[in-house]
């Protein structure tokens, strides 16, 4: 494999990797804010990739300069796009906690081994 | 005129979302507000789909860009027939059941969430509306997430343990869902660098050949975060725990409307922004053909070994999204229409079978399938309507369900695998074998008839009497009830709207 290839497409394996990470947590885990940290990671990945993806070798920020008028810019569009994501994240991950909240008070405990059982 | 028709789809998710909004704080001046307002922004917005249909009928195809940005760079909004015709059925079925909740919410949820369960209820209407009116992946992806943490709201609302838990469960089997999906979104913005699906479709038409693992990965991706959010056979363990701890009405709008939406939205990335040629080449069809076979007889044999009514209910529905998604498998223009009719035809149904579940435990609190002695004199107008949607639902002439499974398998004959045809009858006899027995016990059983008859009494004749729920609980539960009755005597004006879109799909 070409060495140069591998390390020009590294945040790619790095986003794949934290994403099966975080999906492996969320169903394995069986403490509660374990699975939401994995959530957590989940989404960071995506917003990595994203990020990626807009990125061009050797650009600069997508801030207009009239000293330099052939300069590279990075795509902005999926960095904007992320703020969405993060936004989503956020919201998610306080929904998710103030449940685990109620669940605390009528079992009183976070880690629920039977939890995602079939019934 | 025609620009005012151009903003009405936008104008009807803003409006939704803005009362939405007003919901919470309308509730801490005066909680009996709520229900009446919320009926009448879902009302109103049923007159404006019901118009925006008309217009569509006259063969004119909305398409309509976010606050004057044109397509590549802004949001567009599309709607075709079927779009219309989603969002007619979502308004529709959402007024409804909000006259429903009138007095369901009373008695199931405490008094002090009303305003954030109404609250909820508009934003998921909301998100469902958009959802099918976006033509941008990026955009659809913005109200998935709205949907479903509105959803999620909603089987949280009533508080209990089980429901919380289920709540917490769905949430996170939901988010991990929409990762797959806006993941999804990313490999395709790689290969196109576009979001808008028409631009999608004329970009990736040309390069299709030098990307085949990309597309493999995206459209697999897209598979697994849709096939989670839409309860698709081996990724539905999140459904029958939500639908059946949530109160009546919401399991209604979540088993009817929330997870057809997302088979809308996979359709339209699966059909038009990846094409028809890539749907036949990358065995995506006999993944979705083999495992919507699974989903039929599966979900039918969990629904059969269940005691409680609702939960029994929501295994159905895992049952019945199987057939949809076996319409779009099967990809000839019966099977698609007979699917996506089978959106129609299931939301009338399963919001009918929801509502009276309700309807009982109202009047008389019973939940198991046992208990049901008796039930069809008590109660003579819920249960007329439970039978007529569960005859549909088996699939007996005369009502809806029977067009829709006559047109599935007009369509596997179409598409040369006669096999599904048997299927189709298992699945329905499987139905039959569930339902059947709950209305037999409503009918033919009386309440202490074998203790009586021991003791050498004879019973006395049945008699029926008038339901004891209030009228606002009836009219709903009629109205559906009718519904799936119309749709199976003159299935020709909705088919009418389906031909449409299936021609320009296939």
Redo the contacts between chains.
């Keep these: 494999m070409d060495l140069q290839l591998f390390l020009l497409n590294f945040p790619y394996f790095v986003a794949i990797i934290l994403?099966s990470m975080?999906?492996l947590i969320?169903?394995t885990q069986p403490n509660?804010i374990k699975?939401v940290i994995g959530?957590n990671i989940?989404?960071s990945a995506?917003f990595l990739?994203?990020i990626i993806?807009g990125d061009i070798h050797g650009g600069i920020p997508p801030i207009y300069d009239p000293n330099l008028p052939d300069a590279l810019y990075i795509n902005p569009l999926?960095s904007c796009?992320m703020l969405?994501?993060i936004v989503?994240g956020f919201?998610?991950t306080a929904?998710?906690l103030a449940?685990?909240v109620?669940?605390y008070i009528?079992?009183g405990t976070i880690s629920s081994p039977n939890?995602?059982k079939?019934? | 005129m025609d620009e005012l028709v151009q903003r009405l789809p936008f104008l009807c998710v803003i409006g939704t979302l803005v009362a939405s909004f007003c919901m919470p704080v309308l509730a801490r001046w005066k909680k009996e507000l709520c229900a009446p307002l919320a009926t009448l922004v879902s009302g109103s917005v049923f007159v404006v789909s019901i118009f925006i249909a008309h217009y569509v009928m006259q063969g004119n195809i909305i398409r309509y860009g976010v606050s004057g940005w044109s397509p590549p760079w802004g949001i567009e909004i599309v709607v075709d027939p079927i779009t219309s015709l989603m969002i007619s059925l979502i308004s529709g079925a959402c007024f409804f059941i909000c006259i429903y909740s009138f007095a369901a919410i009373k008695h199931e949820l405490e008094r002090i969430v009303t305003g954030w369960y109404y609250a909820a209820y508009l934003l998921c209407m909301a998100g469902m509306i958009g959802l099918v009116i976006s033509n941008d992946v990026f955009n659809m992806y913005v109200f998935i997430e709205v949907t479903g943490i509105s959803a999620v709201a909603l089987v949280a609302s009533k508080g209990t343990r089980e429901a919380t838990e289920a709540a917490l469960k769905y949430l996170l089997l939901a988010t991990i869902g929409s990762g797959f999906i806006v993941f999804s979104i990313g490999f395709i913005y790689m290969i196109t660098g576009n979001l808008n699906i028409t631009f999608i479709a004329q970009e990736l038409d040309p390069v299709k050949g030098n990307y085949p693992f990309l597309i493999w990965t995206a459209i697999s991706f897209l598979a697994v975060g849709f096939g989670v959010k839409s309860a698709f056979f081996p990724l539905h363990l999140w459904l029958p725990d939500a639908h059946s701890s949530a109160p009546s009405p919401s399991s209604a709008v979540l088993s009817a409307l929330v997870v057809k939406v997302y088979i809308i939205a996979f359709m339209k990335i699966l059909f038009i922004a990846f094409g028809l040629e890539i749907f036949h080449e990358t065995f995506i069809r006999h993944l979705i053909l083999v495992l919507a076979v699974v989903a039929m007889l599966a979900g039918s044999f969990f629904a059969f070994v269940q005691i409680e009514l609702k939960r029994r209910l929501a295994y159905s529905t895992v049952a019945q999204v199987g057939y949809i998604y076996l319409g779009i498998g099967l990809g000839t223009p019966w099977g698609l229409a007979a699917g996506l009719l089978h959106i129609l035809v299931h939301a009338f149904m399963k919001s009918c079978l929801f509502l009276c579940a309700g309807a009982i435990y109202y009047q008389t609190g019973r939940k198991k399938v046992t208990e049901f002695s008796g039930m069809g004199y008590k109660m003579p107008i819920t249960m007329g309507a439970f039978t007529i949607a569960a005859f549909s639902m088996v699939g007996i002439p005369l009502f809806g369900g029977f067009i829709s499974k006559y047109g599935l398998a007009l369509g596997s004959l179409e598409a040369d695998l006669p096999i599904l045809i048997l299927v189709i009858i298992l699945s329905g006899l499987l139905n039959a074998t569930y339902y059947f027995p709950i209305i037999g016990q409503a009918y033919f059983t009386q309440e202490g008839h074998a203790e009586l008859h021991a003791e050498g009494g004879h019973p006395e004749p049945k008699k029926f009497q008038r339901d004891q729920i209030p009228l606002s609980m009836l009219v709903p539960i009629v109205v559906f009830a009718l519904g799936i009755i119309y749709l199976g005597i003159f299935p020709g004006t909705v088919l009418n709207f389906i031909n449409q879109t299936v021609a320009i799909l296939l």
Aim: charged share 10%; hydrophobic share 60%.
């Design positions: 994403f975080g999906t969320v169903l509660l699975k959530i989940l989404q995506i990739f994203y993806v999926p796009l969405t994501g989503v919201s998610v929904f998710a449940l685990i109620k669940l009528y079992y939890f995602m079939m019934k």
